[in-house]
Structures are given as structure tokens and as C-alpha cells.
């Protein structure tokens, strides 16, 4: 049987290494239960030292330099994971699943997992983490305007059909083996729409969703999988607390049965949010964001210029 990859990307500051730590374990709980040898977990890092160790897991370092070349010429940190899971189609034998670290597994999707295989001669698929819905003028209006009035210029790109178009999470992406095309192919998009539409924060989710849903059968991840995206500042303050409330001297395994009965607290989260310190908090990594942004503005204002000059801008 062809095993699954379950691809992670954990880099940066330690609220990123935790969460994928937590996330990795509660995922090989639920294999090292059900004894299962055909799923791997791959984490593609920059520090080893911040992965499980186990035989079900594997890391992959990634160098400073790669990370920064996967960023691209604007600075696009979205951009590194469509250019690290270009190249683990590339370099890892079977169809991949990638699940962000902000994430906790609750079943294993075996259906899910049986048709990226192929299993049977089904017709491969696409699988992402949950719809959010059609484009309209109500919904990503910029991007329903975009998509309704530069057909022409999506075809050039290979998008040559929007009628089953919908907006998908990202949170997770799941493809056959050898996609490693279709990964290219939406990097490309994903540079082409970086300089042409706003917003630019989920550029990276609207060209994944313009490329497979143009080629694929789409499905859901949905239930298998708990994604707080919602809680980001929060999440990582929470799971600082629960690692540090843990023996000392647990196994992997041990850690891994820790993390998948803890008893997710919302209210617990809820009350960091509300908390006036945290709220200070948001609002100064607000402001740097928003520096971080106007800096990546210019560069595009310039870029834009470039290609306006050429005739390029489309």
C-alpha cells in the first residue's frame, strides 16, 4: 500500500515549534492506536531539535537561505509553504496531506486517505480543509470581481474553468503523488495575482483554489481535523502552559496520549483573549504587521510600476 504523508512546515519563534509539536503528537497517537504503518509524518523545519523523535516521524531541515528564497521577491511569508510542498511532492514517494501547526487531530480521514492514493482506480482528488464559500459581491468581492473580469488572463494561466469555483481553507491541502506540477503552477499564480489584487493576505488560499478546484475533485478534511486559526495570539500562550504542566521524563508516546486527551478549553482561551495585557499585546503585533505590510506596499507599488511601463500589468 502507498503510504500518506502528512506533511508539516514548522519555522520561526517557539509559539510555532509548540503548536506543531502538538498537533505532530496528537496525530501519532491516534496511528500508534490503531498500530497503522501506512501514514508518515514529515516536518519540514528549521530546527530538528523541535520535532518528536519517533520512527513515524521525520524531519527535514530547511536553511535559512531556502526560507528566504521561498519568500520571494515581496516578502510573501504565505509563499513558503506552496514552495516546501513543491518540493516534498518532489522528494517524498506517495501522495501528501499538509496540515498546518495551528491544527489537532481528532480521527484519522481514511476514506480521505484511500482516494489520494488512488486506491481502486478512483479518480484522484483535491482535499482541503472546509469550503468557506462562493465569490461574491458580498464574499471576497475583490477576488469575484477579479475572477468575473479577467478570464481572459486566468485562462493564460491555466485556470480554464471558474464554474466550480469556491474559496477553501488552507489549513489543510492534500494531493496525489507527483503533483509536484500542479505546485508550480500555482506558485505561479500565486506571484502573478501578488501584484494585481488586494487584499494580499490570502493570495496564497485564492490561487490554491483557483488552480485545483479547476482541476480536481474537491473534498472536504473538515471533522478529522481541529483548526483554531481563530486563536491565534492565544493558542500558542495556552499550549506553553500545557507543555510546561507535563512530567518530566514522558516518552513520545506518552507525551502523544497527553496531548490527545487533553480537554480543549475555549473558555480557557476565551479568557486570554479578553485579558487587557493580551489585548495591549494584539495591538502592538498589529501595528508591527502593519509596518511589515506598508514595506511589501512600496515594493509592489514599484513592481506594479514595472509592468504598467511594459504593458505587463493585465
Not at 500500500?1 to 509548540?18: A, C, E, T
Not at 511569508?77 to 489537532?104: F, Q, W
Request: proline share 5%.
Amino acid at each position: 500500500m502507498m503510504p500518506v504523508n502528512i506533511v508539516y512546515l514548522s519555522h520561526g519563534s517557539r509559539k510555532y515549534h509548540d503548536q506543531t509539536r502538538f498537533s505532530v503528537l496528537t496525530l501519532l497517537h491516534l496511528l500508534l492506536q490503531q498500530q497503522r504503518d501506512d501514514i508518515r509524518i514529515v516536518v519540514y523545519t528549521d530546527d530538528a531539535r523541535e520535532v518528536p523523535q519517533h520512527p513515524l516521524i521525520r524531519a527535514i531541515v530547511l536553511q535559512r537561505a531556502e526560507l528566504a528564497a521561498f519568500r520571494g521577491p515581496f516578502d510573501y511569508v504565505h509563499r513558503i509553504k506552496l514552495n516546501v510542498l513543491r518540493r516534498a511532492s518532489a522528494e517524498l514517494d506517495g501522495p501528501l496531506l499538509y496540515v498546518d501547526c495551528d491544527t489537532r487531530w481528532l480521527h484519522l480521514p481514511d476514506g480521505i486517505f484511500s482516494r489520494l492514493r488512488g486506491d481502486g482506480g478512483q479518480a484522484p482528488l483535491c482535499c482541503m480543509h472546509v469550503a468557506e464559500g462562493a465569490f461574491s459581491p458580498a464574499f471576497f468581492p475583490d477576488y469575484h470581481r477579479y475572477v468575473q473580469q479577467k478570464q481572459a488572463q486566468l485562462q493564460r494561466l491555466g485556470i480554464t474553468d471558474t464554474s466550480r469555483l469556491l474559496m477553501w481553507n488552507a489549513g489543510a491541502i492534500g494531493v496525489p503523488a507527483g503533483s509536484t506540477a500542479f505546485f508550480d503552477d500555482v506558485i505561479g499564480v500565486s506571484d502573478y495575482l501578488f501584484t494585481r489584487v488586494v487584499p494580499r493576505n490570502w493570495v496564497e488560499q485564492f490561487a490554491l483554489s483557483l488552480v485545483a478546484c479547476s482541476r480536481y475533485e474537491m473534498v472536504a478534511l473538515d471533522a478529522a481535523l481541529h483548526h483554531y486559526w481563530n486563536y491565534s495570539y492565544e493558542a500558542p500562550l495556552y499550549l506553553a502552559s500545557f507543555f510546561a504542566a507535563q512530567p518530566p521524563g514522558l516518552s513520545v508516546p506518552q507525551l502523544a496520549a497527553a496531548c490527545a486527551r487533553h480537554d480543549w478549553r475555549e473558555d480557557e482561551l476565551k479568557r486570554l483573549q479578553a485579558a487587557p495585557e493580551h489585548k495591549r499585546q494584539r495591538r502592538r503585533n498589529k501595528l508591527r504587521n502593519s509596518l511589515q505590510k506598508r514595506r511589501i506596499d512600496l515594493k509592489i507599488a514599484i513592481a506594479r510600476l514595472g509592468l504598467r511601463l511594459r504593458g505587463q500589468l493585465g
